[in-house]
């Protein structure tokens, strides 16, 4: 079974920087595509970022664009979430996800596309 841990969340003052990890085990880490979603209270689960197997193609969310970045390193297994300028709305429990039953070039914002979910990690930005 494939397994996804995330971590490097936290509390942070709007206009910091938080860098989130994901690291996943059970199948080969390059097979899979990757994403971030959060979730607020009283919200739908929304995308953030996700990025192709290979890391080629990666896409985000409007909200998120020029300020947040989605990489991996296939030889560490890990996904990454690099998030600068972080604003109050920002606050969230952050998702890593994984598909592996999508193209090579993958990079897409359904959740209905991954089929593994880690246990968030909690980003709270304050004003």
């Known amino acids: 079974q494939v397994q996804l841990v995330e971590s490097g969340g936290g509390l942070v003052q709007a206009g910091g920087s938080l860098r989130l990890s994901c690291a996943v085990s059970?199948?080969?880490?390059?097979?899979?595509?990757m994403g971030w979603f959060r979730q607020a209270p009283g919200k739908e689960r929304e995308f953030v970022a996700a990025?192709?197997?290979?890391?080629?193609?990666?896409n985000s969310a409007d909200s998120v664009k020029g300020r947040f970045t989605i990489s991996r390193d296939n030889a560490k297994n890990t996904v990454y979430l690099q998030m600068n300028s972080l604003k109050p709305e920002d606050t969230a429990v952050y998702y890593c996800?994984?598909?592996?039953?999508?193209?090579?070039?993958?990079?897409?914002?359904?959740?209905?596309?991954?089929?593994?979910w880690g246990q968030g990690t909690q980003v709270t930005v304050s004003s």
């Open positions: 996800a994984a598909t592996g039953t999508v193209s090579s070039y993958y990079a897409g914002a359904a959740a209905d596309a991954y089929d593994y």
């Open positions: 059970g199948r080969t880490f390059s097979s899979y595509a």
């Open positions: 990025i192709s197997k290979s890391g080629y193609n990666r």
